[in-house]
């Protein structure tokens, strides 16, 4: 498997423009704001949502400034996303950090999430680019109602298979659509083209949150959180689901009863492993990740793109 770092190759002048822009954007007179965006910065991930908005412009022709804007806005969106994401479940780490609500409470977080977001919007603005800013403010609105929606599931014990594809397609998937979706309309007019990106990026958000689900029932501490800890919050997750599915209603009762008094998550967690849980969304994430190979076999991929390829099979293959 290629790692990440070589699929960045392919485009790491793009990406150090990137990293340039992203940096101009956030900074702020605002000295308490400055502090706050250095930390969020020093913390960033590995690039893997602005990486796969410049691989799918180049699929479809030459990457150009406005690819750059597009990944600078996916990259405002999912940071906001994040630090709001963990004011509402009150995680206060994360991948082995302390997050902004855990170092300055939720009232500034809240409001640097909200300044991420204006910059994102200005940023379209100024520039002219009210499609890239149509795509991504239907994005935001799809992840809020996901919010809800895993609110909702979580209050109700709502382990429905279609309740989980609902949540993962409006959450996950839709921002990494929005990644495919923004860089196909940075070198593209044709929408044809930007709906089949958008399915895309659906069938690749779906099968990465797959494996994040998985990560969940793997050794503590390769994500920056106990093992079960989903289960412990309450978030329906695939394998728990399907292990649902599976067990007879003596089983559920027990097993709800455990979640409910978050009691025992070792033996919920054997449960999963001894119905399949684990094995059984391995095959339906490969199955997802196929449906989005398909598609990129529509165009002249292998020729002209084979990172994409790469970076597709990186999604499940990848240990974080």
């Not at 909702?152 to 990494?176: P, Q, V």
């Given at each position: 498997m290629n790692t990440l770092d070589q699929i960045k190759i392919n485009v790491s002048k793009e990406l150090k423009e990137f990293d340039n822009l992203f940096s101009h954007y956030v900074n702020s007179p605002v000295p308490l704001l400055n502090i706050l965006i250095n930390h969020i910065i020093r913390r960033k991930g590995k690039q893997f949502r602005p990486l796969l908005v410049y691989l799918s412009a180049k699929l479809h022709g030459e990457i150009n400034n406005k690819t750059t804007i597009a990944a600078t806005l996916?990259?405002?969106?999912?940071?906001?996303?994040?630090?709001?994401?963990?004011?509402?479940?009150?995680?206060?780490?994360?991948?082995?950090?302390?997050?902004?609500?855990?170092?300055?409470?939720?009232?500034?977080?809240?409001?640097?999430?909200d300044y991420l977001l204006s910059q994102g919007m200005l940023i379209a603005i100024n520039n002219n680019c009210f499609d890239l800013?149509?795509?991504?403010?239907?994005?935001?609105?799809?992840?809020?109602?996901?919010?809800?929606?895993?609110?909702?599931?979580?209050?109700?014990?709502?382990?429905?298979?279609?309740?989980?594809?609902?949540?993962?397609?409006?959450?996950?998937?839709?921002?990494?659509?929005?990644?495919?979706?923004?860089?196909?309309?940075?070198?593209?007019?044709?929408?044809?083209?930007?709906?089949?990106?958008?399915?895309?990026?659906?069938y690749l958000g779906i099968a990465f949150q797959i494996k994040d689900d998985i990560f969940d029932f793997?050794?503590?501490?390769?994500?920056?959180?106990?093992?079960?800890?989903?289960?412990?919050?309450?978030?329906?997750?695939?394998?728990?689901?399907?292990?649902?599915?599976?067990?007879?209603?003596?089983?559920?009762?027990?097993?709800?009863?455990?979640?409910?008094?978050?009691?025992?998550?070792?033996?919920?967690?054997?449960?999963?492993?001894?119905?399949?849980?684990?094995e059984n969304s391995i095959q339906i994430m490969i199955e997802y990740k196929n449906k989005s190979l398909k598609i990129l076999s529509d165009f002249d991929v292998m020729k002209r793109n084979s990172p994409l390829i790469d970076l597709v099979n990186y999604t499940i293959d990848r240990n974080l």
């Open positions: 996916i990259e405002l969106l999912h940071t906001a996303t994040l630090i709001h994401d963990d004011i509402v479940d009150e995680t206060f780490e994360r991948r082995g950090n302390l997050s902004v609500n855990a170092l300055w409470k939720s009232k500034k977080a809240v409001l640097i999430g800013l149509k795509t991504i403010s239907e994005s935001v609105k799809d992840m809020s109602e996901a919010e809800l929606l895993q609110i909702t599931a979580k209050r109700k014990f709502d382990f429905r298979r279609e309740t989980y594809f609902e949540i993962i397609s409006k959450k996950t998937a839709s921002l990494i659509s929005a990644c495919t979706i923004t860089g196909s309309q940075t070198t593209t007019n044709d929408v044809t083209i930007h709906q089949k990106m958008k399915l895309f990026g659906k793997q050794k503590s501490g390769i994500i920056g959180k106990p093992i079960g800890n989903d289960l412990i919050e309450n978030k329906i997750t695939l394998p728990f689901i399907l292990s649902f599915e599976e067990s007879s209603i003596t089983e559920k009762k027990d097993i709800l009863k455990m979640l409910f008094k978050k009691k025992d998550i070792q033996s919920v967690n054997e449960y999963i492993k001894r119905k399949k849980g684990i």
